[in-house]
């Protein structure tokens, strides 16, 4: 599967930063150093020349120059002017939201961790949303909504993500599930087949048994689709179509926390668009599935 980057152009729509933290796990080593070098320091890289920038990654003017290209962008000075507006609207976010955005340390109080927390996870969301491919996401909706079966996989974290998202969508009337065994997973995804679709979660894209079970329904001839963070990973790779989250780990924020939420955001992303295509059947499944447990709650008033 070929992916196409970025062009400059859609700057506004899909942050740069965010972008190179995808990329980077598919970088060359000269690349790599570069990229790590404006993460770490973004101010610092919109001031500098090409000629310094080069010289703090440890690289060359070439790679620079090549590093712009395949991110890209014709050349530094473009994508410097880009950097810029990254750095200043996220500037602006920062001072709208009153709430710093670094790292949670050991002597952060509850109000700085509540506060910090909220902030990395709206940006969360707000990144991936903004990064998303949308016609990605049609192609999904549309295999699923058409699906007379649809298996999803995950494990660990994401195999919470993977239960909500076949929770949704059994509830409105499609076969779908969620098994939670690998060895089910595998069971399940082959006796797969055309017409069928297999979604397998996975935040880094290299867990083992997401890039398994997606690699047997593949070969079934199900419509495969990969919820990942790292648009360059083994399991993208074999995916008919990818989905994209953007998370940034940070200390006290693993990936396994981090990516919930980006996932969960996915997630509904696909839900709402395949009840919308199914508007009919929806409103009906909803009405029946609320009915059916309305006599489990307790009436107003109970104590």
Do not use: W
């Not at 395949?70 to 750095?87: C, K, M, N």
């Not at 298996?151 to 929770?167: F, N």
């Not at 409103?283 to 006599?295: E, I, M, N, P, R």
């Amino acid at each position: 599967m070929t992916t196409t980057q970025p062009s400059p152009d859609r700057a506004e729509t899909r942050d740069l930063l965010v972008r190179l933290r995808q990329m980077l796990p598919a970088m060359r080593p000269a690349e790599g150093r570069i990229a790590e070098t404006v993460l770490a320091d973004p101010s610092a890289a919109v001031g500098a020349t090409i000629g310094e920038l080069a010289r703090t990654a440890g690289a060359s003017q070439a790679s620079v120059v090549r590093f712009c290209r395949s991110v890209g962008y014709e050349g530094y000075p473009q994508f410097r002017i880009d950097l810029a507006r990254t750095t200043s609207r996220r500037a602006a976010e920062h001072e709208r939201s009153g709430v710093a955005a670094g790292e949670i340390t050991l002597t952060d109080d509850a109000t700085d961790v509540v506060s910090k927390i909220a902030f990395h996870e709206a940006r969360t969301i707000e990144e991936t949303a903004r990064m998303l491919d949308l016609d990605a996401l049609e192609r999904a909706v549309s295999a699923i909504a058409d699906a007379h079966r649809v298996d999803v996989y995950g494990v660990g974290s994401s195999g919470l993500t993977a239960q909500d998202l076949a929770q949704k969508l059994a509830r409105i009337g499609l076969v779908c599930v969620a098994p939670v065994d690998s060895h089910q997973q595998l069971q399940s995804a082959a006796l797969l087949g055309p017409g069928s679709v297999a979604l397998a979660v996975s935040h880094t894209g290299r867990t083992i048994e997401a890039h398994q079970v997606l690699t047997l329904a593949r070969s079934r001839g199900a419509t495969t689709v990969a919820v990942t963070n790292d648009p360059s990973s083994p399991l993208a790779s074999i995916a008919d179509v990818v989905l994209c989250t953007v998370v940034r780990e940070a200390q006290f924020r693993s990936g396994a926390l981090s990516s919930r939420i980006a996932q969960l955001a996915v997630v509904d992303f696909l839900f709402v668009r395949v009840a919308q295509r199914r508007y009919d059947e929806t409103s009906a499944a909803l009405k029946d599935t609320y009915d059916a447990v309305q006599q489990h709650r307790m009436a107003p008033g109970t104590t």
